[in-house]
């Protein structure tokens, strides 16, 4: 690809970035414009400005402008000349902000809306003017330069669109959502000029005729019958004789109404009128069955009067001729399949570049489209993202197929290595309805692409075969019931083994999510059931415990090991196929988020065994697990060692990459808004990238370029960004991860009250359409992007950080009340309840002394009866007569007369049937008035209770006395009764009621579930446990689904206690070491310790001892061990490194003291024995390490235990523990006389202390161990074992160059020509020089050195004042005279070794030869791009020469310019290579494997240091050093520094 990055870019994300953007805003008249130099496009995305620099063939990111706090609603630039580089955006924060594009940064900023602001211009004549319109009907016009604004209130409408004239200075078209459009002057005149009144619905756009004028043109003669002679005359009556608009000048507008209308200034009105027509839709990807919201948006092309573009009904665009009579004649843009957006238009504009006319339109389909005006092509299309990028994958076998997974319910699938077109994207949408947060390619069938989405759903799409264009993907039947977190192909597992090899696929498909299940799913048949691994997991390592949750899942490349990551932090490694448990990593304690396996394809195949992994602790963690698989144990291990240790985060970690290029790179994404590039072997972060505006959720290295990184990110981008253009080398610390902090809370805030839609929301109903388009509706996307969502997809939806806040009250062990479940959902009246159902509540009203009040009369049950008998007499008489005519027939039989029919109230004196309607009609009255309870009453005295209790029932009005009462009814009628009011009190939300009255009818298991479902888990095991038998598995389902809940909240201890209900000790101790901290691992040891799990318990003793030595308290961690027999030698190593603290504080008493005093043990110690000799002393007194098979025993639990070798980044007491560890096996050995052992241990010692990098430390451990040399040692060892032998020299080696050292930095005076000068404090870190710095480097991983030649010789002539006054401090030695210097030099004979001087060349020349092929494949695979990027055939040429010129001129020339050396290296091929490489291996195979092992201090170094020392070295020393060098310091980084003394 061309240039990477347009020219300003430099304070943007733009060093060499191609990104994916966030979609442009929707329904919004204009929030996309190019800049008239052709140069920049922009467009709104949510908060932001994309810029894209169009200035090439292809578009290119160039930045974004970032400021707002919410969703922009316009944005243009300025179009006055010399201006092309300013332009204005206005959001709905209330602002408008002015910016430089060129190099994105704010120029100003000014609210003068009190309304959100819908419409935006920047005045093509007045160059600082900017007009603004709001949903009230406000017009701001705002002059920056003077800062002075005026307001307009021509209409009291919504406005939708605003133009400033392009002939006119003062002249605004103002476009409204009811379809009115208004031109005002807003020159001191601030009139009215036209209301031009014609659409029906909102006016969409508005766009003037780029050429002044209303020469009419011959088409438009149909519609302008005869206009009245006074030109100045308007229909509306208006007198308009301003000169400025005699010449007057067309205004185009688009409208909802489906037409566009061509408007005369002169004569305010319609001259034309364009009907949108139907076209037949090419290649849309939409239902047809959605009607979509339409959306008609004009532009008017500079300098062409007579020809319009606007856009269509779907997403087509149209070329309208306004010259044409008859019918209108329209021509559609994009004459081939697929040109076409899919969905409507919003914006348009354009722009002159050299000899051709762009087109530039954003769509709902959320590409970005160019077109040529003059062919009416689409010249390139940008695709852009509508949501979170969930995840990033690159296809196994299409290289380069980049699979994106967008919150916007779509996967992108982007071919980065197309040729003719850099952005080449495909979409797929079909059958997905939800955020899609996961992606795995199938390993070996090209364009298998499965996928996970937040509703739980897993499928698989094929992206390859050419009908896939419109073809749904294949949907497993079973489905997670929370978000997909990680999907990974993997060998089949039981079931799917049992069959024949033909009948099963090679590889199946395995997914988790937020439940915490795995499922394996046959490819083959994803309408089968899928099935839960845990089954398998169970059955093959019979577990009775509780499986944890499983939050990420990860298959070893080569399909032998299974990698489940969980949610209490803790990692499991499976044997395929049937998933025997090998070991556990302890590390996290957090929720994982990823797990990677490193590739297989490297030199090192034992790299393949690097698992890395990260979690909601911002540390990565990377192990080692050769040897979990080639451990012969029956029984799963337990890790609790990292191998590596990356710190540097400060927030989660979502995904991790290795690099398929190198051996040992990772990157990982963090929600500290960075990606951070690691050299795992060195624990050194490489480089961190900066360019998202957000949280990273996704990451993945470039299969093809390894200098490139792709990542994904919540603000709605892919970035693909260059390691080698980074500036920072580390994540963020402090002042700066506050800074990217507030950068990312500038994402829009939540608003509380959805009052007002932002303009052009539409109505909810087509937003929903939107939804089932495969696009997020308007209102998800406003939602997501004001973070309502953004939780969602990531793996902390289950883990609320509840314990890790301050701000808790409650504490965890509180008495029970403290979060008492049943009082959450509970109206008040329950308090006042007693087991007894019957009681009613009690009455609302209080009593009240007041009189009157006590006087007032019951309400009467018959009340239309007593007022009928309160009538006048007449009528009262009447009744008389008619009762006693109605009884005369009564009594002969005849049927009752009609008169009684209207005086029911006379039922009361004649027969049943009277009274009964006489009661019906009193009742009804009671239910119309609302007394329920005296309408039950009546019905009670009819006797119809059954009829009571089912109306009561149905109207949701039984109480307790109607329950109470059912019995008369009989039993089934009141057990019915019962159930209808339990019904009606878990309506009420009185589940505790209800639960009670469940009981009373006998339904212990229906009052039980009721509680539990919801959440009444206290009062449901109460129940429980009083009502059945103690083995009832209900009992133990309660007590674990409490506990989970529980543990979600984070109150552990609670879910500890119900663990121990269920009687499952093991969950029980695993939730109370879930928080991590000292006093949480203590509780859950000593819960271990009882409940029998030994092992576990002395796990997390080990854990908590850790951590209480981190704050030095020594005392606090022996406690913790002593209680464990398999700590004995723990606790061993402990004691000894409390002792080894104790000799260096002494030693170096530090002025600094730090926040915590260390807590150490008041022992006797024997000051004058030697240190090991006192060690063991406290071990026999303190400790009772009385018998050797207690020390046997310590020494064998210590020999088992590996820890992995130190670097200059492991933490300094981490180091000291190792190193204590070491040592404690040497005094061992010791005390058994096993010397050859001790030997080993403590050259062990001294080389950890040397590797980590701190020399210091390095010359303590000596001085303390060794205070005499190593001669005593030697004498001790079997002369026969040449291990052990080969061990001691390699000891005295280190004692030597201690000593010499000392010698060199301490020595009395300074040797002529050695000036004095103060290194670079960065290039020495831990008190060491640089020269240090750099063996070892070279040391532990040979030929990596840090320096070059020069540098090297500067740092050997430049004795340190630094370091000076620090050694002579630190190392506790006296200034040492010249013949006592001499006779220690001697001692330093055994440094000059030939044997190891060859042994080390060799060594260093197979580095430099593997570090030349390395970075010979480097800039082949970066030439192989060139050539790919660069379409153009001259360069290609050019490239091709250069690249044979430079095939290896590169990694010389750098250091050429550094050492300013004069010859320069010939380029070697790679025939001359691979002999150098056999030659150097075949000479080193020669060498014993004991030196090869064993570290050896650098020879040629020492002899550089001793001639250094000048006449402190005895001469036949400095003879032997100058010999050494003279035949083996042909290495390049020797070469200037020996240059000297050879001369």
């Given at each position: 690809?061309?240039?990477?990055?347009?020219?300003?870019?430099?304070?943007?994300?733009?060093?060499?970035?191609?990104?994916?953007?966030?979609?442009?805003?929707?329904?919004?008249?204009?929030?996309?414009?190019?800049?008239?130099?052709?140069?920049?496009?922009?467009?709104?995305?949510?908060?932001?400005?994309?810029?894209?620099d169009?200035?090439?063939?292809a578009?290119?990111?160039?930045?974004?402008?970032?400021?707002?706090?919410?969703?922009?609603?316009?944005?243009?630039?300025c179009?006055?000349?010399?201006q092309?580089?300013?332009?204005?955006?206005?959001?709905?924060?209330?602002?408008?902000?002015?910016?430089?594009?060129a190099s994105?940064s704010?120029?100003?900023?000014?609210?003068?809306?009190q309304?959100?602001?819908?419409?935006?211009?920047?005045?093509?004549?007045?160059?600082?003017?900017?007009?603004?319109?709001d949903e009230?009907?406000?017009?701001?016009c705002?002059?920056?330069?003077?800062?002075d604004?005026?307001?307009?209130?021509?209409?009291p409408?919504?406005?939708?669109c605003?133009t400033?004239?392009?002939?006119?200075?003062?002249l605004?078209?103002?476009?409204?959502?009811?379809?009115?459009?208004?031109?005002?002057?807003?020159s001191?005149?601030?009139?009215?000029?036209?209301?031009?009144?014609?659409?029906?619905?909102?006016?969409h756009?508005?766009?003037?005729?780029?050429?002044?004028?209303?020469?009419r043109?011959?088409?438009?003669?149909?519609?302008?019958?005869?206009?009245?002679?006074?030109?100045?005359?308007?229909?509306?009556?208006?007198?308009?004789?301003?000169?400025?608009?005699?010449?007057?000048?067309?205004?185009?507008?688009g409208?909802?109404?489906?037409?566009?209308?061509?408007?005369?200034?002169?004569?305010?009105?319609?001259?034309?009128?364009?009907?949108?027509?139907?076209?037949?839709?090419?290649?849309?990807?939409?239902?047809?069955?959605?009607?979509?919201?339409?959306?008609?948006?004009?532009?008017?092309?500079?300098?062409?009067?007579?020809?319009?573009?606007?856009?269509?009904f779907?997403g087509?665009?149209?070329?309208?001729n306004?010259?044409?009579s008859?019918?209108?004649?329209?021509?559609?843009?994009g004459?081939?399949?697929?040109?076409?957006?899919?969905?409507?238009?919003?914006?348009l504009?354009?722009?002159?570049?050299?000899?051709?006319e762009?087109?530039?339109?954003?769509?709902m389909?959320?590409?970005?489209?160019?077109?040529?005006?003059?062919?009416?092509?689409?010249?390139?299309?940008?695709?852009?993202?509508g949501?979170?990028?969930?995840?990033?994958?690159?296809?196994?076998?299409?290289?380069?197929?980049?699979a994106?997974?967008?919150?916007d319910?779509?996967?992108?699938?982007?071919?980065?290595?197309?040729?003719?077109?850099?952005?080449?994207v495909?979409?797929f949408?079909?059958?997905?309805?939800?955020?899609?947060?996961?992606?795995?390619?199938?390993p070996?069938?090209?364009?298998?692409?499965?996928?996970?989405?937040?509703?739980?759903?897993?499928?698989?799409?094929?992206t390859?075969?050419?009908?896939?264009?419109?073809?749904?993907?294949q949907?497993?039947?079973t489905?997670h019931k929370?978000?997909?977190?990680?999907?990974?192909?993997?060998?089949p597992?039981?079931?799917?083994?049992?069959g024949e090899?033909?009948?099963?696929?090679?590889?199946?498909?395995?997914?988790?999510?937020?439940?915490?299940?795995?499922?394996?799913?046959?490819?083959?048949?994803l309408n089968?059931e899928?099935?839960?691994?845990n089954?398998?997991i169970?059955?093959?390592?019979?577990i009775?415990?509780?499986?944890?949750?499983?939050?990420?899942?990860?298959?070893?490349?080569?399909?032998?090991?299974?990698?489940?990551?969980?949610?209490?932090?803790s990692?499991e490694?499976?044997?395929?196929?049937?998933l025997?448990?090998?070991c556990?990593?302890?590390?996290?304690?957090k929720?994982?988020n990823?797990?990677?396996?490193?590739?297989?394809?490297?030199?090192?195949?034992?790299?393949?065994?690097?698992?890395?992994?990260?979690?909601?602790?911002?540390?990565?963690?990377?192990?080692?697990?050769?040897?979990?698989?080639e451990?012969?144990?029956?029984?799963?291990?337990?890790?609790?060692?990292?191998?590596?240790?990356?710190?540097?985060?400060?927030?989660?970690?979502t995904?991790?990459?290795?690099?398929?290029?190198?051996?040992?790179?990772?990157?990982?994404?963090c929600?500290?808004?960075?990606?951070q590039?690691?050299?795992v072997?060195?624990?050194?972060?490489?480089?961190?990238?900066?360019?998202?505006?957000?949280?990273?959720?996704?990451?993945?290295?470039?299969p093809?370029?390894?200098?490139?990184?792709?990542?994904?990110?919540?603000?709605?981008?892919v970035?693909?960004?260059?390691?080698?253009?980074?500036?920072?080398?580390?994540?963020?610390q402090?002042?700066k991860?506050?800074?990217?902090?507030?950068?990312?809370?500038?994402?829009?805030?939540?608003?509380?009250k959805?009052?007002?839609?932002?303009?052009?929301q539409?109505?909810?109903?087509?937003?929903?359409?939107?939804?089932?388009?495969?696009?997020?509706?308007?209102?998800?996307?406003?939602?997501?992007?004001?973070?309502?969502?953004?939780?969602?997809?990531?793996?902390?939806?289950?883990?609320?950080?509840?314990?890790?806040?301050?701000?808790?009250?409650?504490?965890?062990?509180?008495?029970?009340?403290?979060?008492d479940y049943?009082?959450?959902n509970?109206?008040?009246?329950?308090?006042?309840?007693?087991?007894?159902p019957?009681?009613?509540?009690p009455?609302?009203?209080?009593?009240?002394?007041d009189?009157?009040?006590?006087?007032?009369?019951?309400?009467?049950?018959?009340?239309?009866?007593?007022?009928?008998?309160?009538?006048?007499?007449?009528?009262?008489?009447q009744?008389?007569?008619?009762?006693?005519?109605?009884?005369?027939?009564?009594?002969?039989n005849?049927?009752?007369?009609?008169?009684?029919?209207?005086?029911?109230?006379?039922?009361?004196?004649?027969?049943?049937?009277?009274l009964?309607?006489?009661?019906d009609v009193?009742?009804?009255h009671?239910?119309?008035?609302?007394?329920p309870?005296?309408?039950?009453?009546?019905?009670?005295?009819?006797?119809?209770?059954?009829?009571?209790?089912?109306?009561?029932?149905e109207?949701?009005?039984?109480?307790?006395?109607?329950?109470?009462?059912?019995p008369?009814?009989?039993?089934?009628?009141?057990v019915?009764?019962?159930?209808?009011?339990?019904?009606?009190?878990?309506?009420?939300?009185?589940y505790?009621k209800?639960a009670?009255?469940?009981?009373?009818?006998?339904?212990?298991y229906e009052a039980?579930?009721?509680?539990?479902?919801?959440?009444?888990?206290?009062?449901?095991?109460?129940?429980?446990?009083?009502?059945?038998?103690?083995?009832?598995?209900?009992?133990?389902?309660l007590?674990?689904?409490w506990?989970?809940?529980?543990?979600?909240?984070g109150?552990?201890?609670?879910?500890?206690r119900?663990?121990?209900?269920?009687?499952?000790?093991?969950?029980?101790?695993?939730v109370?070491?879930?928080?991590?901290?000292?006093?949480?691992?203590?509780?859950?040891?000593?819960?271990?310790?009882i409940?029998?799990?030994?092992?576990?318990?002395a796990?997390?003793?080990?854990?908590?001892?850790?951590?209480?030595?981190?704050?030095?308290?020594?005392?606090?961690?022996?406690?913790?061990?002593?209680?464990?027999?398999?700590?004995?030698?723990q606790?061993?190593?402990?004691?000894?490194?409390?002792?080894?603290?104790r000799c260096?504080?002494?030693?170096?008493?530090?002025?600094?003291k730090?926040?915590?005093?260390?807590?150490?043990?008041?022992w006797?110690?024997?000051?004058?024995?030697?240190?090991?000799?006192?060690?063991?002393?406290?071990?026999?007194?303190?400790?009772?390490?009385?018998?050797?098979?207690?020390a046997?025993?310590?020494?064998?639990?210590?020999?088992?235990i590996?820890?992995?070798?130190?670097?200059?980044?492991?933490?300094?007491?981490?180091?000291?523990?190792?190193?204590?560890?070491d040592?404690?096996?040497?005094?061992?050995?010791?005390?058994?006389?096993?010397?050859?052992?001790?030997?080993?241990?403590?050259?062990?010692?001294?080389?950890?202390s040397?590797?980590?990098?701190?020399?210091t430390?390095?010359?303590?451990?000596?001085?303390?161990?060794?205070?005499?040399?190593?001669?005593?040692?030697?004498?001790?060892?079997?002369?026969?074992?040449?291990?052990?032998?080969?061990?001691?020299?390699?000891?005295?080696?280190?004692?030597?160059?201690?000593?010499?050292?000392?010698?060199?930095?301490?020595?009395?005076?300074?040797?002529?020509?050695?000036?004095?000068?103060?290194?670079?404090?960065?290039?020495?870190?831990?008190e060491?020089?640089?020269l240090?710095?750099?063996?070892?480097?070279?040391?532990?991983?040979?030929?990596?050195t840090?320096?070059?030649?020069?540098e090297?010789?500067?740092?050997l002539?430049?004795?340190?004042?630094?370091?000076?006054?620090?050694?002579?401090?630190?190392?506790?030695?006296?200034?040492?005279?010249?013949?006592d210097?001499?006779?220690?030099?001697?001692?330093?004979?055994?440094?000059?070794?030939?044997?190891?001087?060859v042994?080390?060349?060799?060594?260093?020349?197979?580095?430099?030869?593997?570090e030349?092929?390395?970075?010979?494949?480097?800039?082949?695979?970066?030439?192989?791009?060139?050539?790919?990027?660069n379409?153009?055939?001259?360069?290609?040429?050019?490239?091709?020469?250069?690249?044979?010129?430079?095939?290896?001129?590169?990694?010389?020339?750098?250091?050429?310019?550094?050492?300013?050396?004069?010859?320069?290296k010939?380029?070697?091929?790679?025939?001359?290579l691979t002999?150098?490489l056999?030659?150097?291996?075949?000479?080193?195979?020669e060498?014993?494997?004991?030196?090869?092992?064993?570290?050896?201090p650098?020879?040629?170094?020492?002899?550089?240091?001793?001639?250094?020392l000048?006449?402190?070295?005895?001469?036949?020393?400095q003879?032997?050093?100058?010999?050494?060098?003279?035949k083996?310091?042909?290495?390049?980084?020797?070469?200037?520094?020996?240059?000297?003394?050879l001369?």
């Open positions: 690809m061309a240039a990477e990055t347009g020219t300003g870019a430099g304070t943007g994300t733009g060093m060499g970035v191609r990104a994916l953007p966030a979609s442009p805003n929707w329904y919004s008249s204009r929030c996309s414009d190019a800049s008239s130099d052709g140069h920049l496009f922009g467009f709104a995305a949510r908060h932001r400005v994309c810029l894209l169009i200035g090439a063939a578009p290119t990111f160039y930045g974004e402008l970032i400021g707002h706090t919410d969703r922009i609603s316009g944005f243009a630039f179009h006055c000349p010399g092309s580089g300013l332009c204005a955006s206005s959001s709905d924060d209330g602002s408008v902000k002015i910016w430089d594009a994105l704010p120029v100003l900023e000014y609210s003068r809306h309304n959100p602001i819908s419409a935006l211009h920047w005045s093509p004549l007045v160059k600082d003017l900017v007009v603004s319109g009230k009907g406000v017009i701001v705002y002059w920056y330069n003077r800062s604004s005026q307001q307009f209130f021509p209409e409408r919504t406005v939708f605003l400033c004239s392009p002939h006119h200075e003062n605004v078209a103002i476009g409204y959502k009811d379809g009115m459009v208004v031109v005002i002057d807003i001191r005149k601030r009139e009215v000029l036209h209301r031009l009144r014609g659409h029906e619905d909102e006016i756009c508005l766009a003037w005729c780029p050429v002044p004028g209303e020469e043109l011959p088409a438009w003669q149909d519609e302008v019958q005869a206009v009245p002679s006074e030109e100045g005359r308007v229909p509306n009556g208006e007198l308009t004789q301003d000169t400025t608009t005699k010449k007057g000048c067309y205004l185009a507008s409208s909802k109404d489906q037409t566009i209308r061509i408007w005369s200034c002169t004569r305010g009105r319609s001259v034309l009128t364009l009907k949108l027509p139907h076209t037949k839709r090419r290649g849309g990807a939409v239902d047809p069955a959605v009607k979509e919201r339409i959306w008609l948006t004009v532009h008017w092309p500079p300098g062409r009067a007579t020809e319009i573009v606007s856009s269509g779907g087509e665009l149209l070329l309208w306004l010259t044409q008859g019918k209108r004649k329209w021509t559609l843009l004459s081939s399949e697929g040109q076409n957006h899919s969905r409507i238009v919003f914006n504009s354009s722009v002159k570049q050299q000899d051709k762009l087109l530039f339109s954003i769509s389909d959320r590409d970005v489209k160019c077109w040529d005006l003059s062919t009416l092509d689409c010249s390139w299309t940008m695709p852009s993202l949501g979170f990028v969930y995840s990033l994958a690159f296809s196994p076998v299409d290289t380069g197929c980049l994106i997974g967008v919150g319910s779509m996967i992108r699938v982007w071919n980065t290595l197309s040729m003719n077109n850099i952005y080449n495909k979409t949408w079909q059958s997905i309805k939800s955020k899609v947060t996961a992606l795995s390619w199938h070996t069938k090209e364009g298998s692409l499965a996928f996970g989405t937040d509703d739980g759903k897993v499928g698989i799409f094929d390859f075969s050419s009908s896939a264009k419109n073809k749904p993907p949907i497993s039947s489905y929370k978000t997909v977190y990680a999907l990974a192909w993997g060998p597992t039981p079931p799917l083994t049992s090899e033909s009948e099963q696929p090679s590889v199946t498909l395995y997914s988790c999510a937020g439940e915490g299940i795995v499922f394996q799913h046959n490819p083959w048949n089968g899928a099935n839960d691994i089954k398998v169970r059955d093959t390592n019979s009775k415990h509780k499986l944890p949750a499983r939050t990420e899942i990860s298959w070893k490349p080569d399909g032998k090991l299974l990698a489940l990551g969980n949610e209490d932090g990692i490694i499976f044997q395929a196929p049937n025997k448990l090998l556990t990593i302890q590390q996290h304690h929720l994982i990823a797990i990677r396996w490193h590739h297989e394809h490297g030199n090192q195949p034992e790299l393949s065994y690097l698992i890395a992994s990260g979690s909601i602790n911002a540390t990565i963690y990377v192990h080692n697990l050769k040897s979990v698989v451990s012969t144990s029956e029984s799963p291990l337990t890790i609790t060692e990292p191998f590596r240790t990356l710190a540097g985060h400060t927030a989660k970690i995904s991790l990459s290795w690099s398929p290029h190198h051996e040992g790179r990772l990157v990982s994404a929600y500290d808004g960075t990606a590039v690691w050299d072997m060195k624990e050194e972060p490489l480089c961190n990238y900066r360019g998202h505006q957000g949280r990273l959720l996704s990451v993945q290295w470039s093809v370029d390894s200098d490139c990184v792709y990542t994904g990110a919540d603000d709605f981008s970035h693909k960004w260059h390691i080698s253009k980074q500036e920072h080398t580390r994540p963020p402090g002042k991860s506050i800074e990217l902090e507030k950068k990312r809370s500038m994402q829009p805030k939540v608003k509380a959805k009052k007002k839609k932002p303009i052009g539409s109505s909810g109903k087509q937003d929903v359409n939107d939804a089932m388009n495969g696009d997020e509706s308007m209102k998800e996307t406003l939602l997501e992007e004001n973070g309502v969502l953004d939780h969602e997809g990531e793996k902390e939806v289950q883990e609320t950080e509840l314990p890790d806040k301050v701000s808790v009250t409650v504490s965890e062990d509180t008495s029970s009340s403290a979060y049943s009082s959450f509970l109206p008040k009246p329950f308090v006042t309840q007693k087991a007894a019957v009681k009613k509540d009455p609302q009203e209080k009593p009240t002394p009189a009157s009040l006590k006087k007032k009369k019951p309400r009467s049950i018959l009340p239309f009866s007593t007022f009928m008998d309160h009538r006048s007499k007449d009528e009262l008489h009744d008389c007569l008619r009762l006693a005519t109605c009884l005369k027939t009564k009594d002969n005849e049927d009752v007369s009609p008169d009684l029919k209207d005086c029911i109230h006379l039922g009361l004196f004649t027969d049943r049937d009277s009964h309607k006489m009661i009193e009742g009804k009671h239910l119309e008035n609302g007394h309870e005296l309408f039950q009453q009546l019905m009670l005295w009819k006797g119809d209770m059954k009829g009571v209790l089912q109306a009561a029932a109207r949701g009005e039984l109480t307790d006395q109607l329950v109470a009462m059912s008369m009814v009989g039993y089934q009628a009141w019915w009764t019962v159930e209808a009011f339990a019904k009606q009190l878990c309506f009420q939300e009185q505790v209800a009670s009255h469940l009981l009373s009818i006998h339904k212990v039980i579930e009721l509680l539990k479902v919801n959440n009444f888990y206290r009062e449901a095991i109460v129940i429980a446990k009083a009502r059945l038998r103690p083995e009832d598995p209900i009992l133990r389902d007590y674990t689904s506990a989970a809940l529980l543990e979600k909240a109150h552990y201890s609670m879910a500890a119900c663990y121990l209900g269920a009687s499952s000790p093991y969950d029980a101790v695993k109370l070491s879930r928080k991590g901290d000292v006093t949480s691992l203590k509780t859950a040891a000593e819960l271990a310790l409940t029998g799990e030994e092992e576990l318990s796990t997390l003793s080990l854990r908590c001892a850790q951590d209480l030595l981190l704050s030095s308290n020594w005392v606090g961690a022996q406690e913790v061990l002593q209680q464990h027999k398999t700590l004995f030698g606790r061993l190593v402990f004691c000894l490194n409390e002792l080894l603290c260096l504080s002494e030693r170096n008493p530090c002025e600094q730090s926040p915590v005093p260390p807590c150490y043990h008041s006797e110690l024997n000051r004058e024995a030697s240190f090991f000799d006192m060690v063991i002393e406290v071990w026999q007194n303190v400790l009772g390490m009385d018998t050797t098979e207690r046997t025993c310590a020494w064998e639990q210590l020999h088992q590996e820890h992995p070798p130190s670097t200059s980044n492991t933490p300094p007491k981490q180091v000291l523990f190792r190193i204590s560890h040592l404690a096996l040497a005094a061992l050995s010791c005390q058994s006389g096993t010397w050859d052992e001790a030997v080993k241990s403590i050259l062990g010692a001294v080389t950890r040397f590797d980590a990098g701190n020399f430390l390095m010359q303590e451990i000596c001085s303390i161990i060794l205070p005499e040399g190593c001669d005593d040692l030697r004498h001790k060892l079997d002369n026969t074992n040449s291990q052990s032998m080969d061990a001691c020299r390699s000891l005295e080696g280190f004692v030597a160059y201690r000593l010499l050292y000392d010698l060199w930095w301490n020595s009395p005076k300074d040797p002529p020509g050695l000036q004095k000068a103060v290194l670079d404090p960065v290039l020495c870190p831990s060491q020089t640089t240090e710095k750099s063996y070892l480097s070279g040391d532990s991983s040979p030929g990596e840090d320096q070059t030649p020069a090297m010789d500067e740092n002539c430049n004795t340190t004042e630094v370091q000076k006054c620090e050694t002579q401090s630190d190392s506790g030695t006296n200034l040492v005279d010249l013949v210097g001499q006779s220690k030099l001697k001692g330093c004979k055994v440094l000059l070794s030939e044997e190891m001087a042994l080390q060349n060799t060594q260093r020349d197979i580095a430099e030869v593997q030349t092929l390395a970075e010979m494949i480097r800039q082949h695979q970066q030439q192989r791009n060139n050539l790919q990027e379409t153009n055939g001259n360069t290609q040429e050019s490239n091709l020469e250069q690249s044979s010129e430079t095939e290896l001129d590169k990694p010389c020339s750098d250091s050429n310019q550094m050492n300013g050396k004069d010859e320069i010939q380029p070697i091929t790679l025939p001359e002999k150098q056999l030659n150097a291996k075949q000479k080193l195979a060498f014993p494997d004991n030196l090869k092992v064993l570290p050896f650098d020879v040629l170094e020492c002899c550089l240091v001793l001639l250094h000048g006449s402190q070295c005895p001469p036949e020393l003879e032997q050093a100058l010999d050494l060098l003279r083996h310091s042909s290495a390049n980084i020797y070469k200037k520094a020996v240059r000297r003394f001369t």
